[in-house]
């Protein structure tokens, strides 16, 4: 009887393994939207606005299919329920998948890479066996909520950005400079200016003020700066590894002699939402769930870029690049690049753990994973026990990497813990269970 | 002729050299990921010219004498080189001097001052050798300076003040203008505050100075107003200033003009003008004005246009900060008389930069000559009713230009005045002609509340814009999209840059002449002559005429240079103080030498003082000491 059921249970699961699962084209579909904007060089804050719109459409669909699963007009600010009365019936599930690429297509500045891939899901549907009716009927679909979607996103300020008064680095001692070998100007100091989708206000979580600069070699200030300093200097083998895995540097420049090339890697949002698709794979979550979790990873990342981004200008605090060289020793060099904004809070430190808190309510503590997102780029893969244990190392990896200092790293884990739990609740309050 | 460089490659360095000792030189180019290119220099093969090179050797120390100074003197005319053979980093040129004496066959004399400051002269030397001296019998040189007259003469200031301007960067508020608008002090008025009948000065603040008017005393020194502080720096830029007399007391005012750019907004307090009003003993009190803050303004002129007695005034609109290059307001500013105004706006289309009242149709009644960016001087004919333009009449085809200055005066006597009007120059990469404008496309292309100028002009024959990929991105996201790649974007004009409906909606401003010119009247109409070639070495922002070389005709001086320029475009400072000497009908340039003239840095203002029954020159240029030279 034993076996008879063993036997049983197994030709099911090879029948379910027939069955084509909507799941398995989300991870690619995500990934391609990455792959895009790793071509363009699109810098940390403005990825996870891209990952976010790119999802919105997706969770707008499966949430009109299942209950469990909060609209996003629920959470995100402003955001309107579509109107698809035009549409008969369509697959939701293709639509959703279809609409990330569509979304991304519209949205990206090389968006037309897509089309590339929107011509090999519809190819891989084919082979499914779907009929051309209803993969008609799903990018009819994506292509309204994509719309929908897009319009939605013109309405964030994001346009206006290039009419605000560009940055000029605070004259004075203590404040941030562009820094080598770029020297590049400072990224997105407006970004606080882009509407949130849950947070009320760019403000609503700052962080702790930052340890007082000073020069004084027996100041709060200068100790921290020592700690990298010193750090960098008897660098472990271990710690250089954790440095290097979690450098998500969308363009560091190498030079050589005149010759200046730009290393393109993927962004600290990008490598959450990999970890993201990675995990609901690993937890064999459904269709449904896995997209609420994408999309509210993305928004979370999202919220987050524009929490720390609005400290970042607050505080406009000195690289340690910057401080260890004219006050401690003129030839230290960080082990990363420092990249081109001021340094406090670290934002790699307030979305890493901002999005584990998320992961960890969807998906639980616990949980044990490999990364193998950096393979791309010539990295191993990486084993965690859990989310929150590898946002911590994220965290700590900056000061590691010599480009943030301690209390940039802590205070930016708990602005990142406050908003995590809050976009939980928001979540929770929007009827998820 | 063909120069014969025809592969095209990348390079980083060159140096030229006689590899042939054939008494030309040879060019040997370094290529990236290429051999090194060698060219034969054809000169000697092809042309009978001649050559003579230099070869100098010390019997210790310096044995190269690298620093020596050769001067050679062919009927007439001299070529002087040092040795100083380091070209770049860990680049060298031969130790050989090398001179082309074209078709002369043989030099007068040869001066070599070496490097132990002695020297030596040898006579009558043949041409097409290469001449080895060896340092001998030397006697010790000593500089010789021959003071020869000059017609300006470089004094120590009489005032000692020295602008410091605030360091603005228009370009993070509106990245694709082509210059800044925030420098535009100092300024210089003066006047005769206590009507003693010395001249007295206003010069405006600055991040360390406030504005102020110094009082001359009958010693020739300066003494300011106490307490007396005109216009708040940290808040507004003076950019213009005139002394006169506002409410009929007999006694100098002072109108002060509010211009620059910042992050001044308009409409509010910070481009405000300012009215002084005389008390009749020497006091000034600021006194009210109507509204005149919708711009930035750049000159301040004074008439009784109305005839009614009292002096009334023009005011010129050079820029609306955060709006550029939308027309700004001017005004004319009707006194009714005790110093009260009413504001007129004076429609003008362009930014304004300067403007002359002159009766040109001699109907009794002064018109208005109006310069500016991207207009044609303007003249505005002044009747009962108001002023219309009538600029066709006198000018047959509109002169489009950057013009920065203009001057209406009688240069040659004959009763009629002529227009002398201040431009861009010739020494930018902006070329324009009637055939090849430069245009200034404009308008909120991304609808995102900001306007996108974007300039364009011919190279090759064909317009491209301006700005960069990079630049054009920053200013109009939706570009990204646009132009994927920068191959894609090098070739792109306006019309692939703008969709047909963009750019039927855009406005545009043309230019059509950069040079600085002369307009004489011809049967009515002005008819342009253009300034020697040292006119157009660099912008020119004030025009002064007079009889500087003192042979009874009127002369002019220009002045002027542009250093806040989008970085592409560069500084322009050629210009150390132009003087133009009358001959005849026409100008001959006077070299620096013999007129004196160094000014140094953007000159913003200048003026002829008179203290001590002496006669000055004033210059007043941003970032710079004020500059004093005394009139012979």
């Known amino acids: ?433 | 002729m063909e120069w014969g460089l025809t592969n095209p490659c990348v390079s980083n360095g060159a140096v030229y050299a006689d590899l042939d000792n054939d008494g030309d030189l040879e060019l040997v180019v370094n290529n990236i990921n290429e051999p090194a290119s060698i060219y034969q220099n054809l000169s000697r093969e092809n042309n009978a010219s001649n050559y003579l090179q230099f070869r100098l050797r010390s019997p210790k120390g310096n044995r190269n004498a690298l620093g020596a100074k050769v001067t050679i003197y062919t009927k007439g005319s001299l070529q002087y080189q040092e040795l100083m053979p380091v070209r770049g980093y860990l680049s060298s040129q031969p130790l050989t001097l090398h001179f082309g004496l074209g078709t002369y066959t043989n030099v007068d004399s040869v001066q070599i001052i070496w490097p132990d400051l002695s020297f030596e002269v040898l006579r009558n030397i043949k041409a097409n050798q290469r001449l080895v001296v060896e340092q001998k019998n030397t006697k010790p040189w000593v500089a010789s300076a021959i003071k020869k007259p000059v017609l300006f003469e470089k004094v120590k200031p009489l005032i000692t003040h020295t602008h410091q301007g605030y360091s603005e960067n228009d370009f993070k508020r509106q990245p694709l203008m082509l210059s800044m608008y925030s420098q535009s002090g100092p300024v210089l008025a003066k006047g005769d505050v206590n009507k003693d009948g010395l001249e007295d000065l206003f010069i405006s603040g600055d991040q360390s100075n406030t504005g102020k008017i110094l009082i001359q005393q009958k010693d020739g020194t300066f003494k300011g107003i106490d307490k007396l502080v005109i216009g708040d720096e940290t808040t507004s830029a003076a950019s213009a200033a005139v002394f006169f007399d506002a409410n009929g007391d007999g006694y100098d005012d002072l109108y002060v003009a509010m211009g620059g750019y910042s992050l001044f907004e308009p409409n509010t307090a910070s481009l405000q003008d300012l009215l002084y009003l005389n008390d009749g003993k020497g006091n000034l009190t600021l006194s009210a004005l109507p509204s005149v803050n919708a711009s930035s303004k750049s000159c301040v002129r004074v008439a009784d246009y109305d005839l009614d007695g009292d002096l009334d005034l023009f005011v010129g609109g050079r820029v609306i900060p955060g709006k550029y290059p939308l027309s700004p307001s001017s005004y004319l500013l009707e006194n009714k008389g005790k110093g009260e105004f009413i504001a007129h706006r004076f429609p003008i289309n362009g930014m304004v930069t300067d403007a002359q009242w002159e009766d040109l149709d001699q109907d009794g009644r002064k018109d208005l000559i109006i310069c500016g960016e991207f207009m044609p001087i303007k003249v505005f004919k002044n009747t009962p009713e108001g002023f219309t333009d009538q600029s066709s009449q006198y000018f047959s085809q509109e002169e489009n230009g950057f013009w920065s200055s203009i001057l209406v005066t009688d240069l040659d006597n004959d009763g009629v005045k002529e227009i002398i009007a201040g431009n861009l120059g010739t020494n930018s990469q902006i070329k324009v002609s009637p055939e090849q404008p430069g245009e200034l496309y404009y308008a909120d292309f991304d609808k995102n509340g900001s306007i996108d100028p974007i300039f364009c002009f011919y190279m090759q024959n064909k317009s491209y814009p301006f700005v960069s990929r990079d630049e054009l991105n920053d200013q109009i996201f939706p570009m990204r999209r646009k132009f994927i790649s920068y191959k894609d974007y090098s070739e792109a004009t306006i019309d692939r840059i703008l969709t047909p409906e963009q750019l039927s909606s855009a406005l545009k401003w043309t230019v059509t002449e950069a040079r600085s010119l002369l307009f004489r009247r011809d049967q009515g109409k002005f008819k342009k002559e253009i300034l020697p070639i040292q006119s157009q070495f660099a912008p020119i922002t004030q025009i002064l005429a007079g009889d500087f070389s003192q042979h009874h005709q009127t002369d002019l001086l220009l002045l002027g240079n542009k250093s806040f320029n989008r970085l592409k475009l560069g500084t322009m400072d050629a210009n150390y103080g132009c003087l133009l000497k009358a001959k005849g009908l026409g100008f001959e340039y006077v070299n620096q030498g013999e007129s004196g003239l160094s000014v140094d840095g953007d000159v913003k203002s200048a003026l002829q003082l008179r203290v001590n029954n002496q006669n000055y020159l004033v210059i007043g240029a941003f970032d710079q000491p004020l500059q004093f030279y005394h009139l012979k």
């Open chain 1, 1 to 433: 009887m034993k076996r008879f059921l063993l036997l049983f249970f197994s030709s099911l699961s090879i029948t379910w393994a027939q069955k084509p699962n909507p799941t398995q084209h989300l991870q690619p579909s995500v990934f391609a939207v990455t792959m895009v904007m790793i071509h363009d060089v699109v810098n940390p804050p403005a990825a996870a606005r891209f990952y976010s719109y790119c999802l919105m459409g997706a969770q707008e669909f499966v949430s009109g299919q299942d209950k469990k699963i909060p609209s996003p007009t629920l959470l995100a600010k402003n955001f309107k329920k579509p109107d698809l009365s035009s549409l008969k019936s369509y697959d939701y599930a293709m639509a959703a998948t279809y609409c990330i690429l569509e979304t991304g297509r519209l949205i990206l500045p090389s968006g037309y890479m897509l089309e590339e891939d929107e011509k090999k899901l519809v190819d891989a549907w084919k082979q499914e066996g779907k009929s051309q009716q209803l993969i008609d009927e799903a990018i009819a679909a994506a292509q309204l909520m994509a719309k929908h979607v897009i319009a939605y996103s013109t309405t964030d300020q994001y346009g206006k950005l290039s009419t605000r008064l560009r940055y000029r680095p605070i004259k004075g001692d203590g404040y941030w400079y562009p820094t080598p070998p770029g020297y590049m100007e400072a990224v997105e100091p407006h970004w606080k200016t882009i509407r949130p989708f849950m947070l009320d206000t760019c403000n609503q979580f700052a962080p702790k003020r930052p340890v007082t600069f000073s020069r004084d070699t027996t100041s709060d200030f200068y100790k921290i700066a020592y700690e990298v300093y010193k750090e960098g200097k008897d660098l472990s083998p271990e710690h250089r590894a954790i440095a290097s895995y979690w450098d998500c540097n969308p363009f560091a420049i190498n030079t050589s002699g005149h010759m200046m090339i730009g290393f393109k890697k993927i962004s600290p949002g990008g490598h959450w939402m990999n970890i993201t698709s990675i995990a609901t794979t690993q937890a064999k979550l459904s269709f449904n769930r896995s997209v609420l979790v994408l999309a509210t990873t993305a928004m979370t990342l999202h919220d987050s870029f524009i929490s720390c981004w609005d400290e970042k200008y607050r505080s406009n605090r000195i690289r340690p690049e910057t401080y260890i060289q004219q006050s401690i020793d003129k030839t230290w060099q960080p082990l990363l690049q420092t990249p081109p904004f001021p340094e406090y809070t670290s934002g790699h430190s307030v979305v890493s753990t901002a999005v584990a808190e998320v992961l960890t309510f969807f998906i639980g503590d616990d949980f044990a994973f490999t990364d193998n997102t950096e393979v791309i780029f010539d990295l191993p893969t990486r084993q965690f026990k859990s989310f929150r244990q590898a946002a911590a190392e994220a965290a700590v990896s900056r000061l590691y990497g010599g480009i943030h200092y301690r209390d940039s790293i802590e205070h930016g884990q708990e602005q990142g813990r406050n908003i995590g739990n809050y976009v939980i609740a928001r979540v929770k309050k929007a009827g998820y269970k």
